[in-house]
C-alpha cells in the first residue's frame, strides 16, 4: 500500500510504498500533561524528508517499522 505524503520542494503530492516509510510517536509536555501526536515518515527520491501526520487509529494499522 502507498501513502500519500506532500513534497514542499516539488510542491507536489507524492506517494511512497509503506515498506519505505517509519512510524514516529512526537512526544512533548504540556501544562495538561503529555501530549502524543503519530506519524509517518519517509524520504523522496530527490532526498527530501517527507512526515505526515496520522490518527492513533491509522497508526495502529500501518505495517511499516517503528523509528
Do not use: H, W
Amino acid at each position: 500500500m502507498k501513502i500519500k505524503f506532500y513534497n514542499v520542494k516539488k510542491r507536489e503530492s507524492v506517494k511512497i510504498e509503506e515498506a519505505d516509510c517509519k512510524k514516529v510517536v512526537y512526544k512533548r509536555e504540556t501544562s495538561k500533561g503529555v501530549q502524543e501526536r503519530y506519524a509517518v515518515r519517509a524520504k523522496d527520491d530527490d532526498c527530501t524528508n517527507l512526515t505526515k501526520f496520522v490518527s492513533k487509529d491509522d497508526y495502529g494499522t500501518l505495517t511499516c517499522p517503528a523509528e
